[in-house]
């Protein structure tokens, strides 16, 4: 019911210590002219133009923004970063901390629904600043009005560094991480400093570093993931980051490979469609100049792993040096820090009965019996995780299904806004847990997971599961049947959802038409027929409407996922013009 793992190499009297602010003079103090952050800038040579900040540079220049911001505002008080990837937002981020503001890691304004989410977080927070860059300082002070200055940051940078830095504790807030919710208002997540710090510890002890390390990130930097691998990770031991544009990765995904090629203890991460995406856009001609044989770690993780993902990108970049256990499977959410259990070795897939899986259990499948394959995501570091029943509380053995329960130094006081949204989600409690375990304090992560023969498996989410006729059906195991019915479907957008008509629910199915295959060359009516054949072979259930979606139109949150329940609301209204 809950692991307690070693506690890893590196050792804890030095790192996940005192406040990301100390940590970063620290490095400046003893490594200043060392590189601490590496910007690989593809906009305007598509080769790449890079640039980087030392220790003491970082150190210098977020003195400076600090001394800025320390004009406007007082200690607690929030500033927004409405900033493009790159190394503005690292020194930013750092000289908000140095002021004792709470940053607010987000992105800059960009279209309609990007506003209309910032605007939503500005609601939440009140802050005193928003920074930006000098490019954008215009259209930000256009689109956005309120009580806050509208700076940038270059100018801020350009102002004397102070010699005062904000006196601040370890669990004092440092930023706020808004979730990708998109049904809902943004929930700020207090990030303190010790859960930032704790966190970069527990996942590199997970993923076995043990010395300087060598981050690679394409992942945004306001997102949870790429902050803490981004930002969070450097600070244990004073290494370099390497990191570029998210764009960058997505118009040229070979781009990632070479950031790490040659170099050593390389560690990086992403999410699932990002491996699919490199074994589909990095021909074997451009794969024979990598090495990869220096790479520690990749994460993949934000969204469900696959196994097949696992075995193809293994299979396309084994033979330039990518060992078998440098795959990591992982799981986490950002009320987490980020950080949750990691694989720590190769990854492990397992087929369960799915029937069994859909009632609560996890058992190997019967011959003939459909099955469902999930990965593993490995154990927890220095924090626990249970397996709940979540109408009563009580920890549930090993083969049971449950919701996911996380308790450690990592995770997060709360939202910003508190009340009502903190109730059923932190300082939850436990019924009667194993000895040693507290019984209060912990976090609802609304996952629903099972641990089997040491490893914890995601199943779904429990507002996702779709019950129909009394049973229980996970949507991952529906959409996955249907991406394989037909080349012309868009792996990874397709969501399959639950709606209810009159006396009963209904299943429905949303799939994304791929940009490789013209509307035109699909015959729609026996699209439908397929799917709902193999939906009906797979899963005994019916489909009451198939929708074919233009690429592009099938929502995801900010940071990737799957929105389902975005998805039904659309579906609902009436936005997706073509069913059959």
């Not at 059906?473 to 969501?495: F, K, N």
Request: glycine letters at 8%; hydrophobic letters at 40%.
């Amino acid at each position: 019911m809950t692991v307690a793992m070693s506690p890893g190499r590196v050792p804890a009297s030095e790192v996940g210590r005192g406040t990301v602010t100390e940590a970063v003079l620290r490095w400046a103090r003893e490594k200043p002219d060392r590189p601490a952050f590496t910007f690989v800038d593809y906009s305007e040579d598509n080769r790449g133009r890079a640039t980087t900040l030392t220790w003491s540079e970082v150190d210098s220049r977020a003195r400076a923004i600090a001394s800025g911001l320390r004009a406007r505002a007082e200690p607690g008080d929030r500033a927004v970063l409405l900033l493009p990837q790159g190394l503005h937002y690292v020194t930013a981020f750092f000289g908000c901390l140095y002021a004792g503001v709470l940053a607010v890691p987000l992105f800059p304004v960009d279209g309609a629904g990007h506003r209309d989410r910032i605007v939503g977080v500005l609601g939440d927070c009140a802050p005193k600043a928003l920074l930006t860059t000098t490019a954008l300082l215009a259209a930000t002070r256009e689109e956005l009005a309120g009580p806050f200055d509208v700076l940038a940051v270059e100018d801020l940078e350009a102002l004397p560094p102070t010699g005062t830095i904000a006196a601040t504790q370890a669990d004092q807030p440092a930023y706020l991480q808004y979730t990708s919710g998109s049904t809902r208002q943004p929930a700020g997540v207090v990030v303190t400093h010790r859960n930032l710090m704790v966190n970069a510890r527990q996942a590199l002890r997970a993923y076995g570093v043990v010395d300087e390390v060598s981050p690679v990130s394409w992942l945004p930097l306001f997102h949870d993931m790429g902050l803490v691998l981004g930002m969070g990770s450097p600070l244990v031991f004073g290494s370099e980051t390497v990191f570029m544009d998210p764009l960058a990765f997505l118009y040229s995904p070979i781009r990632w490979l070479e950031a790490m090629s040659g170099r050593q203890s390389v560690l990086s991460a992403a999410p699932n469609f990002a491996y699919d995406l490199c074994v589909r856009r990095v021909p074997e001609a451009k794969r024979s100049t990598l090495d990869l044989t220096g790479v520690l770690t990749l994460a993949n993780g934000s969204e469900p792993v696959r196994a097949g993902t696992v075995a193809r990108f293994q299979e396309a970049f084994a033979p330039h040096g990518l060992g078998a256990d440098v795959q990591r499977p992982s799981y986490g959410l950002a009320e987490a820090t980020v950080y949750v259990t990691a694989a720590r070795q190769a990854p492990v897939t397992t087929a369960f009965d799915r029937a069994a899986l859909a009632a609560g259990r996890a058992v190997a499948p019967v011959d003939g019996q459909p099955s469902t394959t999930l990965v593993g995501h490995g154990a927890p570091v220095d924090q626990h995780v249970l397996i709940v029943d979540s109408a009563t509380d009580e920890p549930l053995p090993d083969g049971r299904v449950g919701e996911i329960r996380v308790s450690g130094p990592n995770v997060s006081p709360g939202y910003w806004s508190g009340g009502e949204r903190d109730v059923g989600v932190f300082g939850t409690t436990v019924t009667d847990p194993p000895a040693g375990l507290p019984r209060d304090g912990w976090l609802r992560t609304g996952d629903l997971g099972v641990r089997h023969e040491g490893q914890f498996y995601v199943v779904s989410r429990i507002k996702d599961t779709i019950i129909i006729d009394g049973r229980n059906h996970y949507p991952q195991d529906i959409e996955a049947t249907v991406e394989s019915v037909d080349s012309a479907l868009r792996d990874g957008h397709v969501a399959a959802f639950a709606v209810d008509r009159g006396d009963q629910e209904v299943l429905v199915v949303v799939a994304e038409r791929s940009p490789r295959t013209p509307r035109e060359d699909i015959d729609l009516a026996r699209l439908a027929a397929l799917v709902r054949a193999e939906v009906s072979t797979h899963h005994d259930l019916r489909v009451h409407d198939v929708v074919l979606a233009e690429p592009g139109t099938v929502p995801r949150t900010s940071s990737g996922k799957l929105s389902r329940s975005l998805c039904r609301e659309r579906y609902l209204e009436g936005s997706f013009a073509v069913t059959a």
